[in-house]
């Protein structure tokens, strides 16, 4: 299978940004590449597809073996606080609404996995 890119843009860019590395198991829901922002210029998003960050989420394998990464929680964790700063110097309704939906996401991700735990199926690769 091979890698490909997001559909979905970030606006006002009509430029695809996102590459998803593709695997047989998850149909690629563990690595992704951003093309490099260099923020914009004149009004428009400006991106140097010669460069690009990685992220790996962490990842158990249909045999069981993991690999090591990031926690999608880690994430909006960190996103909450850089939105907050950024909320602060620069406030605006939209950052606040912004900061209060990724709240609500992280609380539902927690509830998720509280509902594993309580049915011990956490770490497991079960429904």
Not at 62 to 85: F, N
Not at 97 to 120: G, P, Q, S
């Amino acid at each position: 299978m091979e890698n490909y890119y997001l559909n979905q843009k970030v606006f006002p860019s009509s430029e695809k940004t996102i590459i998803v590395t593709n695997d047989e198991d998850y149909g690629g829901a563990h690595k992704y590449s951003f093309i490099d922002s260099l923020g914009h210029q004149n009004g428009e998003p400006v991106y140097d597809f010669h460069k690009m960050q990685t992220v790996q989420f962490v990842q158990k394998n249909i045999d069981g073996t993991m690999t090591p990464g990031v926690q999608s929680e880690q994430l909006l964790i960190a996103l909450i606080d850089r939105h907050k700063k950024l909320n602060a110097k620069f406030p605006s309704r939209e950052g606040a609404l912004a900061i209060t939906k990724m709240e609500e996401a992280l609380h539902w991700l927690e509830a998720r996995v509280k509902e594993r735990l309580d049915r011990n199926v956490m770490g497991e690769l079960k429904t």
